[in-house]
């Protein structure tokens, strides 16, 4: 009997064990599972469409350079045609351009500004989307805060009910008092239940972002949100601005486009090789080698002079854009961090308010039992002290939403995302 007891007891031990091993396998994949910030920025550099669509263009733009960079080998052409006696007449061309007074290689470097104007359009589209993707991250923080806000407000009231309904039961407390206390009962589950939809929307629309479901519960680094002042924010701001780069390789692009222009009507020098194919010519005199200056000039000149005068305009254009783009990152990084630096301090009073009013909810408690105060005062200091709550959850969000759109616009979420200035 001792050994059947000992043996069984063996049995449970060991089917115990197996059951803890895999129920710590069944929970080892979602503890490694990625999360935080930073997944859900990466995952939105690899998943979005936009990205993808502009690194396309980028791809076609690097081989227009390529294609501009083969002008300045030989071209091949040819004909061939059928006289009216039957017979056939062609010839094959061979030519070298050996000088074309730069028309090559402005359009090359043309089309490596080109390149490089993708390059940072590219970037300019990333950043778009890692602001957008750390604004929606940092609001669904901001409506979690609020959740548990909602949740604790939820069991307060649960409480207050309870308490109310013994008071009731004891004669201490009208039915009138326990019907409010149960319709502000309503009101908070109702008020939990609406953040609830709240923060369900906003997992849609970080989904939107991010193409796939990341996991968002994980809080953001605070090291993330330390900013400098305000002086060398903009700065950065200016210096790091892909905007702005994209902006300045444009220029740089239509400058070599109005010197495209200027050097049009210079002729070019090539090196022509031709050769006549047909029964009409001899050998000896079929094949030509020729040193050719070769122009071209429409419509006396006017052409040209009308268009060098269009695309000095667009270049003009351009340089006003780029003081335009200027003014407003620097218009909207003053807003940011006056905003920043106003929730910062609304935080700050928040906060007293929240401690001088709860500190009032125990004083109108203890009234309230002396006789000294209605149930309905100790329900009216519970809501005020849980829309401070609310209050203060909101302003914490915008603050961190503001950080982050900072932080993103001078370059500091570049790496966390995954992404490098070109």
Not at 34 to 44: D, E, I, K, N, V
Not at 269 to 298: F, K, M, N
Request: proline residues 1%.
């Amino acid at each position: 009997m001792s050994n059947f007891l000992n043996i069984k007891a063996l049995a449970l031990f060991t089917v115990t064990a197996l059951c803890s091993q895999s129920s710590s396998a069944a929970t080892k994949p979602s503890a490694n599972r990625p999360s935080g910030l930073a997944h859900a920025l990466q995952t939105t550099m690899a998943q979005h469409p936009a990205l993808k669509g502009k690194q396309a263009e980028l791809s076609a733009q690097s081989f227009t350079v390529e294609s501009t960079r083969a002008e300045r080998f030989a071209s091949i052409s040819g004909q061939l045609g059928q006289q009216s006696n039957g017979r056939h007449q062609g010839s094959i061309r061979l030519q070298q351009p050996l000088w074309t007074f730069g028309k090559i290689d402005t359009a090359i470097r043309q089309a490596q500004a080109g390149l490089l104007t993708q390059s940072w359009q590219l970037l300019e589209v990333q950043r778009l989307l890692i602001e957008d993707t750390a604004a929606a991250y940092g609001k669904l923080q901001g409506i979690r805060q609020r959740a548990k806000v909602a949740r604790s407000n939820v069991i307060d009231h649960q409480r207050l009910y309870r308490q109310i309904k013994r008071r009731q039961q004891g004669q201490m407390a009208s039915k009138a008092d326990t019907r409010l206390a149960y319709s502000r009962l309503l009101q908070a589950k109702a008020q939990q239940q609406s953040i609830s939809g709240e923060l369900a929307i906003g997992l849609n629309e970080l989904q939107a972002i991010t193409q796939i479901q990341v996991d968002s519960s994980a809080s953001i680094d605070r090291q993330l949100t330390v900013l400098p002042a305000l002086q060398q924010t903009a700065q950065l701001a200016i210096e790091n601005s892909a905007v702005l780069q994209a902006k300045s390789q444009d220029i740089e692009a239509k400058r070599l486009t109005v010197k495209q222009q200027k050097i049009s009507t210079l002729p070019s020098v090539y090196l022509r090789l031709e050769r006549d194919l047909g029964h009409s010519y001899s050998a000896a005199d079929s094949t030509r080698l020729s040193l050719v200056l070769e122009g071209d000039v429409q419509g006396l000149g006017y052409v040209s002079r009308a268009q060098l005068k269009s695309e000095t305009a667009r270049l003009g254009a351009a340089k006003l854009d780029l003081q335009v783009a200027k003014i407003d990152i620097n218009r909207r990084i003053n807003t940011l961090m006056i905003n920043r630096d106003l929730q910062q301090l609304l935080a700050r009073s928040q906060k007293q308010a929240i401690n001088a009013v709860a500190g009032t909810m125990h004083s109108v408690t203890r009234q309230y039992q002396s006789g000294r105060k209605s149930w309905i005062e100790v329900l009216n200091t519970r809501r005020e002290l849980n829309e401070l709550r609310l209050q203060l959850a909101k302003i914490n969000s915008d603050w961190l939403i503001s950080s982050l759109r900072i932080a993103t616009l001078i370059g500091n979420l570049d790496a966390l995302a995954g992404t490098t200035q070109r």
